[in-house]
């Protein structure tokens, strides 16, 4: 079964801060994906990544980071936290680009930022 | 960009009706996922519909790729099947859009 780890599970941050949130994949996929959902709403795009070393802006990329050091590890990164990015965060990995068979969603990160 | 729009936005159903879903986007979709979303908030695929009409277990999908829609029937619904309904568009490259979903409440 494909897993997708995120840590921490959740995070209290004050505005201004830095706060980097974990995601680790062991089903040697290449696609990799951060989403942020709002209470109430779907998932939006922050960014993505199809390979190490490379990532890629989604629709929602102001205020936001990313870094693909390995096939296995995507972080997202908020430089300088703001109340606006409180929010639940979601990191997905994918077989394939195109036609991608399935996503598989990590647990989740509950972010509130104080 | 892409434009997803699901409806109903809500459903509330005895248990043992069926539901239908409705799921309609603004751009060629190369790849359509539904996705459910527990109550608790974990998110899991139901199943991958590009084109045609696709059947697993209770859930039957059917995307008309030409028209940019898709739909998800739930027949016989149950209680455990409460939960929001997410539908997912993959349009060229690597983006997925998904809707802000359908939320089902199923009583007994």
């Known amino acids: 079964e494909a897993a997708v780890t995120q840590s921490p599970r959740s995070k209290v941050a004050v505005t201004g801060g830095k706060v980097t949130l974990s995601c680790h994949q062991t089903?040697?996929?290449?696609?990799m994906y951060w989403y942020r959902q709002d209470t109430g709403h779907g998932l939006r795009l922050i960014h993505y990544?199809?390979?190490?070393?490379?990532?890629e802006k989604g629709d929602i990329p102001d205020g936001y980071k990313a870094s693909r050091p390995s096939q296995e590890n995507f972080s997202l990164i908020l430089e300088l936290a703001s109340l606006s990015q409180t929010a639940v965060y979601f990191c997905?990995?994918?077989?394939?680009?195109?036609?991608?068979?399935?996503?598989?969603f990590g647990s989740g990160t509950r972010l509130t930022v104080l | 960009g892409q434009q997803v729009q699901q409806s109903p936005a809500s459903l509330v159903l005895q248990e043992g009706e069926n539901a239908e879903l409705q799921c309609n986007f603004s751009?060629?979709?190369?790849?359509l996922q539904w996705f459910y979303q527990s109550p608790g908030g974990s998110l899991v695929s139901l199943l991958s519909?590009?084109?045609g009409t696709k059947h697993t277990g209770r859930l039957t999908s059917t995307t008309v790729t030409k028209e940019r829609r898709s739909s998800l029937h739930i027949s016989s619904s149950q209680t455990t099947d409460s939960g929001t309904y997410l539908c997912a568009p993959q349009t060229g490259g690597y983006k997925v859009v998904f809707g802000s979903g359908t939320r089902l409440l199923v009583s007994p």
């Open positions: 997905a990995s994918s077989d394939r680009g195109e036609s991608a068979e399935t996503l598989y």
């Open positions: 089903n040697n996929h290449d696609y």
């Open positions: 990544s199809y390979v190490a070393d490379s990532t």
């Open positions: 751009s060629t979709a190369t790849q």
């Open positions: 519909n590009p084109s």
